[in-house]
């Protein structure tokens, strides 16, 4: 199996590690700037994750928490690896930072569950359909800026073509099969599209129906992401039309994962909702 790689998995993996040692080392975040001249801000954003360290600068953090050796060479070449540009940097002009962040997890996921209750998550979109969802927009988007993000999503989708696809269980609220984006052409390709996808060997497909009453998840979609290295926690993301929230704490990991076993439970099983999936495209044509 291909062994992507992401800069983001590794700034964030890098920023965890410097964390931990700091802390074990008994030093504050004011002292470790001293100590190498640097704000204490640049130190809280490094163990944040929100800005990626230059390398000389993880070397002198490394010296100041004692590691020396192999050890501080994989953490420096880690650096190294940190301050490589993905394929979604291309697109500054398209993605907002805040996303920039999750589609560097995506991209080295190994695993991707997700619940969407008003529509089909972004990796299952056919093209004319996200055409349609992103020309929805309050403020009109040029030709020129929806071609870009159709290009984006259409970039991130192409993981699922490669050996190294993530494993993928995604439920659906039965709004986001019925609802007729695009108008019917485009709602039929799209159904259609989750149908072939549903198929066993696949990904796990379920559709919630609203049959199923209330639910742990009433309060809208979110993304729970696992990475193939132990080291690299799970992470939720919870996206608004302003930004996105990660939650990386294990108390939050555990709730959604809980809340998202809860939604597979009740959902109708994975033939059930390809079987739906298809009587609800036949009643569109």
Known sequence: ????????????RLAAELRELRKASGHSR???????GV?????????????????????AMLDFYGVTGEEKEIWVTVAKQARRRGWWSQYGDTIPDWFKFYVGLEEEASEIRSYQPEVVFGLLQTKGY????????VEP???????????VRLKRQERLAGQDAPKMWIVLNESAIRREIGGRPVMSEQLLHLAELSQPG???????????????????????????????????????????????DPSDLTEYTEIFNHLMAKALSPE???????RITAEMT
Do not use: C, K, W
């Not at 004011?30 to 190498?36: L, P, Y």
């Not at 988007?141 to 290009?151: A, D, I, P, W």
């Open 202 to 248: 696949r990904l796990m497909l379920q559709v919630l129906p609203f049959t199923a009453g209330a639910h742990p998840a009433l309060d809208g979609a979110f993304t729970v992401l696992g990475f193939p290295e132990p080291r690299d926690r799970d992470v939720v993301y919870v996206q608004s039309r302003r930004g996105g929230l990660y939650l990386e």
């Open 39 to 59: 704000a204490p801000s640049t130190i809280t954003r490094i163990e944040n994750a929100d800005s990626t360290a230059p390398p000389p600068t993880v070397a």
């Open 141 to 151: 988007l040029s030709e020129g800026e929806l071609e870009r993000r159709v290009e």
């Open 30 to 36: 004011e002292a470790v700037a001293s100590h190498i």
């Open 1 to 12: 199996m291909a062994n992507r790689t992401s800069p983001t998995v590794r700034r964030r």
């Open 272 to 278: 059930e909702s390809r079987e739906m999936i298809l």
């Open 130 to 137: 996200m055409r349609a969802i992103m020309q929805s927009e």
